[in-house]
């Protein structure tokens, strides 16, 4: 399924409900009926959508006809329609209200705004809300007035509103569950919440109900545990392709990390908008000083801030354009932000789940955009020492440390990302030519004969000793480097002394990785990460196993980013294939939509993405009628702002 414009967009900090004046329509019977409760209808009269994508269509039907289904859809495929549009159609056939359970204030907030924007009536009850404003929401809802209600798992299993589901049932008024980042319910998912445990309840009380749980990531693993925990054996399962064509995958080798990623974003990026994450909050602010310093606008996202100003970074991130975000994990579930041009990693995720989460929140428009990692020894031993250091069980952290070794085996390898990536969620693929191992195919040596060197060394070392070191001093000793803690220890005199002398530091430092990716060599936390052998050390010490590694290449060759210089003054990738008048009238439009966005107090994306901007600039439309079928352009937001997008385009 080709990636696309997400057919949703975000929403304010705080949603007030608004009238918007009708505007007469040049042809109104060419429009659908507003009384139409079929699918398509309300696809083309809400959304202004032509048609679905992939398997929207086939998940819509079931939902609408009362069926249970779990969806599995990356992120920008359209997810949300899956359960906003049966949503619609179950409430306009009298089934009442939809509760849609969301796991973050943010998410709720974009999606409400975006279908007020539509002319929904939707609502959220959250933290942001006032006892008089919650109690509107209720009283509306038990009403039937509203047709999507927003709520967090917290929220929804309390006896308060349990009661309240319990009075729409018994009236009939209770049309539809959706369970939204349906991976929250699963301990082997990379954002587990444990909150989300107890939605059985929605099964065991609300049994006549259906129910969609949606996400955008899961394992075969996490997949099954989302159907044990929320009681959906019975629930038809839609599998999309988890391939994103439009995102490049890059991963370099970590050498100086900060300076690598402000080369990517000065060669590539200058001027987009981007989304940079970093394990520690200490890290993501030194980094955002140092990008600020350096004259990108960046600005940091952490736990450890204020509220406030976290909502106030999250907020210029959204209505601003250009802005670069660093921040922790704690940042990015629900945005919808969709001229996201970059995801960089200045350290490794925990699993690939998480790293395909990430990297999927950039290019959610469909045009070309960059997943891009620095990946280093230090982020494995990390990695390692975080799952060994944990109070989990044993159990768990198998689970785990598979998870992470199947995301170094994609950064260690040499043949297509693009391949490795859909292979771990089981589909097959086949090269890609849009990552960087098949855009320059790296080189690939024989490590074992250093393998065994290092494994050797170590040995020797404990032996003479009776004590273990890390890794720069193992390589110290390999490379035939005296340093003053080498002749401290006497380690001059081991017979493994400088006979690593023909490798690099690179070098040994990838053979490391791969030795403790394999679990060949383990790294003990508690002892100063210093390196020990295990049982597998064994077999590689015997030439029994082959180290095969790819060719370390510290500093990438420069390579010419896929926007051409001269379309850098293209004010968006949707747009660069406009002529001059339609660049002009481009350029207009995003002017008036920004004053239009600001007035609402929402992102402008949420008044209409770049792509239907583009769309009205190349049809260069003089009537209604022009702008009727163009995508994006629902009934409603025609009647709101089709005149003023008519007055707009005259100019030129």
Not at 133 to 156: F, N
Not at 196 to 206: K, S
Not at 466 to 472: E, K, P, Q, R, V
């Amino acid at each position: 399924m080709r990636a696309g414009p997400p057919p949703h967009a975000g929403g304010p900090a705080l949603i007030q409900r608004r009238t918007v004046s009708a505007l007469p329509l040049a042809s109104p019977d060419s429009a659908p009926s507003s009384g139409a409760d079929d699918p398509q209808s309300i696809l083309h009269e809400i959304f202004g959508y032509a048609q679905f994508r992939g398997p929207q269509q086939a998940i819509v039907d079931h939902v609408v006809a009362g069926g249970d289904a779990l969806v599995l859809m990356p992120t920008g495929g359209g997810k949300s329609l899956c359960y906003q549009i049966p949503a619609i159609a179950r409430q306009r056939a009298g089934h009442g209200v939809t509760v849609v359970v969301s796991p973050l204030i943010a998410l709720m907030h974009d999606q409400v705004g975006a279908l007020h924007e539509a002319g929904v009536d939707a609502a959220f009850l959250n933290s942001t809300l006032d006892w008089e404003q919650t109690q509107d929401v209720e009283r509306r809802m038990l009403r039937g007035e509203i047709t999507l209600l927003y709520a967090a798992p917290e929220r929804v299993n309390t006896p308060r509103f349990l009661s309240q589901l319990d009075s729409l049932r018994e009236r009939g008024k209770l049309a539809l569950f959706a369970i939204d980042e349906a991976h929250c319910v699963s301990q082997w998912g990379h954002d587990f919440r444990p909150e989300y445990r107890a939605l059985t309840v929605l099964h065991e009380r609300y049994a006549g109900v259906p129910r969609i749980a949606l996400t955008a990531t899961a394992d075969a693993l996490t997949r099954a545990d989302i159907v044990e925990r929320l009681q959906l054996e019975e629930a038809r399962q839609f599998v999309s392709s988890f391939d994103r064509p439009n995102i490049r995958y890059t991963i370099v080798e970590k050498k100086e990390a900060t300076t690598q990623l402000l080369r990517f974003i000065e060669r590539e990026h200058e001027g987009d908008a981007g989304v940079v994450y970093c394990q520690s909050r200490k890290r993501v602010e030194d980094v955002a000083q140092t990008l600020v310093d350096a004259g990108i606008n960046a600005l940091p996202y952490h736990a450890g801030l204020d509220a406030a100003l976290r909502q106030k970074h999250q907020d210029r991130f959204l209505r601003d354009e250009g802005i670069v975000m660093v921040a922790t994990i704690a940042f990015g579930m629900g945005i919808d932000k969709p001229d996201v041009r970059f995801v960089a990693h200045l350290d490794m995720p925990k699993n690939i789940e998480g790293y395909y989460q990430e990297t999927g929140r950039a290019g959610r428009d469909g045009a070309s955009a960059d997943a891009w990692m620095a990946y280093g020894l230090q982020d494995v031993v990390n990695q390692r020492r975080m799952i060994d250091e944990s109070p989990a069980g044993e159990e768990f952290k198998q689970v785990m440390r598979g998870k992470l070794d199947a995301l170094l085996s994609l950064a260690e390898a040499s043949d297509c990302r693009r391949v490795r990536l859909l292979g771990y969620f089981g589909e097959k693929s086949t090269p890609c030519g849009n990552c960087d191992n098949c855009i320059t195919p790296p080189q690939v040596w024989d490590g074992t004969d250093a393998a065994r060197k290092l494994l050797s060394t170590i040995y020797r070392v404990q032996q003479q000793s009776g004590i273990s070191f890390g890794a720069g001093h193992i390589m110290d000793i390999l490379r035939g480097k005296a340093t003053e803690k080498v002749k401290q220890f006497g380690h001059e005199r081991v017979s493994t002394f400088g006979i690593g002398d023909d490798f690099s530091e690179a070098q040994l430092r990838g053979v490391l990785r791969q030795l403790i990716a394999t679990g060949a060599l383990s790294v003990d936390a508690q002892a100063y990460n210093t390196l020990q052998l295990t049982d597998g050390s064994r077999a590689v010490l015997k030439g029994e196993v082959q180290v095969m590694l790819r060719e370390s290449i510290s500093s990438p060759a420069e390579r010419k980013s896929r926007r051409e210089k001269s379309a850098r003054g293209a004010p968006s990738p949707a747009a660069a294939t406009l002529d001059a008048a339609g660049q002009a009238r481009f350029t207009a439009l995003k002017a008036w939509r920004g004053e239009v966005a600001k007035e609402h107090n929402l992102p402008a994306y949420v008044i209409f993405h770049d792509a239907t901007l583009a769309a009205i600039a190349e049809r260069a439309p003089a009537t209604l009628e022009d702008l009727q079928g163009i995508s994006g352009i629902g009934s409603k937001k025609l009647e709101a702002y089709g005149t003023d997008v008519l007055r707009v385009c005259a100019a030129f």
